[in-house]
């Protein structure tokens, strides 16, 4: 399996400790644990900017980084080896671990935090901290400062300064690495054959969760602990529903489905979205609909460069879609003026895209001085146009009612454009409806 390695999560403290002020102090909670139901939790999931920077995986840990500490930059508090508890609950990485596999300078248990951490925080003159995100832990942070804060008759010297550590975070995390492209190819990669398994199963019958059940089985197949979000299979009209997650209505010939799913490897999510036929081959409306938005997607590719604006892709999405839409008949107008009026907000709502990487919808700002962010290599997106006609749109013909089309795949800005990480999943309608035919026929 694909990991981002050790001198990754080195390279990255070092990088956010440079940009820091110096006599600071940055302080970074774990994930906490999400109870299900009484007393069953979630499958945990690291918190994205503390994997980020430490990959360590474990709950009830916090990381500290001191730029300039003499006895050690990277400090890390976490739970102790117990025997017992790993008996129940599986290993510990402990002190030790976290020094020798997780590269901390220092690593002490998390039970002597609030002994120790106050001594570390005195005498830095700003503190950085995921401020808001966690109010618990905020809680705990101010009532850390407020230790120093009595002892300052005796001398103790509080921080005078506390600034949100997401601003260069999260712009540090809009780049990525080689390393962490190569993790993202491979999400890609087992997401794609996942779709591809749904597309040779999918038949009138089944239920969305049957197709669901063959991704989950790819996405485990592969490696992926999760899927990196809830998975979208959407048949008839659900397609036009665009965070459909109920998942339980039943495929009929003649309709299309809608799979909006991806999994995730090492906190990497993919996303990609396929449309097609359940009974493997597209009636005239439901292909003109799906190659209108396949040409709008092709489009959105041609403007993602460097130097191009975040907004230049969503642009021509919009713009082939409306033209599109004008000569089927379901727009009527000028060109221009429809765009300019956003008429095509009926069938197509949202935007052509989101940043990708360790969140599904990735950080990082999409304007800088209110001007849309240029693209630059190494930043990833989703593109992801779609057409959705309400099943009650009675403006429409009632042929077109109830088609819900979206293509989505992911990509990284090159120097020279940008590659597409998800094209393992066929995409024109001879593709698509040549892999279920073939699939058909293997099954009979």
């Not at 299309?256 to 005239?284: F, H, M, Q």
């Not at 221009?336 to 940043?355: N, P, T, V």
Request: proline content about 4%; hydrophobic content about 40%; glycine content about 8%.
């Amino acid at each position: 399996m694909i990991h981002i390695p050790k001198s990754e999560y080195s390279r990255r403290r070092k990088a956010l400790m440079a940009q820091m002020e110096p006599n600071s102090i940055a302080i970074l909670p774990a994930a906490a644990v999400a109870i299900r139901n009484r007393d069953v939790e979630h499958v945990y999931r690291q918190d994205s900017d503390f994997q980020y920077l430490s990959g360590f995986p474990e709950p009830q840990a916090v990381l500290v980084l001191m730029p300039g500490r003499v006895h050690g930059e990277y400090i890390l508090f976490c739970r102790e080896r117990n025997a017992e508890r790993e008996l129940w609950d599986g290993l510990r990485a402990g002190q030790e671990g976290a020094i020798r596999d997780f590269g901390a300078d220092d690593a002490f248990p998390i039970t002597d935090i609030d002994d120790i951490l106050p001594g570390l925080i005195e005498g830095r003159d700003r503190v950085y901290s995921a401020m808001g995100s966690n109010p618990e832990f905020d809680r705990h942070l101010m009532e850390w400062i407020n230790v120093i804060r009595s002892k300052a008759n005796l001398g103790a010297q509080p921080p005078n300064e506390f600034v949100a550590l997401d601003h260069l975070l999260h712009d540090m995390r809009l780049y990525k690495s080689a390393a962490e492209v190569k993790v993202m190819r491979e999400a890609a990669r087992i997401s794609a054959q996942a779709h591809v398994r749904a597309m040779q199963a999918s038949r009138a019958g089944l239920y969305e969760y049957s197709l669901e059940a063959e991704l989950d089985y790819e996405f485990r197949k592969g490696g992926a602990k999760m899927p990196a979000y809830g998975s979208i299979v959407a048949t008839g009209r659900n397609s036009c529903i665009l965070h459909y997650q109920q998942n339980d209505a039943v495929l009929k010939d003649g309709e299309l489905v809608l799979i909006d799913a991806g999994c995730e490897i090492d906190c990497y999510a993919s996303d990609i979205t396929r449309t097609w036929p359940v009974n493997g081959k597209y009636s005239a409306e439901q292909k003109a609909i799906y190659e209108l938005v396949l040409a709008a997607q092709e489009a959105a590719f041609a403007e993602i460069a460097p130097n191009k604006h975040w907004n230049q892709a969503h642009e021509a999405t919009v713009r082939v879609i409306t033209s599109g839409l004008v000569e089927l008949g379901l727009l009527q107008g000028n060109v221009d003026e429809l765009i300019a009026g956003e008429a095509y907000k009926a069938f197509y709502m949202h935007r052509a895209g989101h940043w990708l990487g360790m969140d599904v919808h990735d950080v990082g700002e999409y304007k800088v001085g209110g001007e849309w962010r240029v693209l630059e290599v190494g930043m990833a997106l989703t593109v992801e146009p779609g057409i959705y006609i309400a099943p009650d749109n009675q403006s429409v013909a009632k042929k077109w009612r109830g088609i819900g089309v979206r293509i989505e795949d992911d990509v990284v800005v090159t120097k020279t454009g940008c590659e597409i990480l998800t094209k393992g999943v066929p995409k024109t309608v001879a593709e698509i409806e040549a892999l279920m035919a073939q699939a058909r026929t293997q099954a009979a």
